[in-house]
């Protein structure tokens, strides 16, 4: 069984609480609950998880090699500012996806640069919780 990581970077462990009306009323824990059903139908497994640490997130990505066929990334605000975070994309091997609740680009100039996504197969934003499901999906299909 193919394994994909599933990384949530900063603050989306607040998501269901803040800012609603740009991140929607789903929790973190919803998302994952509905990502694992659908990694269940798909026939994948997941791990996820969710860091406030960019170091953190960078050796998550230098390990994911040893067990993974896969990575999602919701880098959140470092999206805009981690060249550590793109750096390790850029040396996996795995393909990636960025994903991200909100359209990026309908929103604060800041918001729509993303050095990470460069360093991904591709890029799913604005269609809030279930734009990590249309990730696995597009992960799933390119196996």
């Known amino acids: 069984m ?24 789903v929790t973190i824990e919803e998302i994952n609950s509905a990502l694992k059903e659908r990694a269940k139908k798909l026939k994948l497994s997941v791990d996820i998880v969710q860091s406030n640490h960019e170091g953190e997130i960078v050796d998550l990505i230098g390990d994911a090699e040893k067990k993974y066929s896969a990575i999602i990334i919701n880098p959140a605000a470092y999206t805009h500012t981690s060249v550590a975070i793109r750096d390790a994309l850029q040396a996996t091997k795995l393909p990636a996806v960025e994903v991200h609740l909100s359209n990026i680009y309908a929103r604060e100039e800041f918001r729509r640069q993303s050095v990470t996504a460069p360093a991904c197969r591709g890029q799913i934003s604005g269609f809030g919780s279930t734009s990590y499901l249309l990730a696995l999906e597009a992960i799933h299909s390119s196996f």
């Not at 949530?8 to 929607?24: I, T, W």
């Open 2 to 25: 193919r394994k994909v990581l599933i990384i949530h970077g900063p603050n989306l462990n607040l998501l269901g609480k803040r800012e609603p009306d740009v991140y929607g009323s």
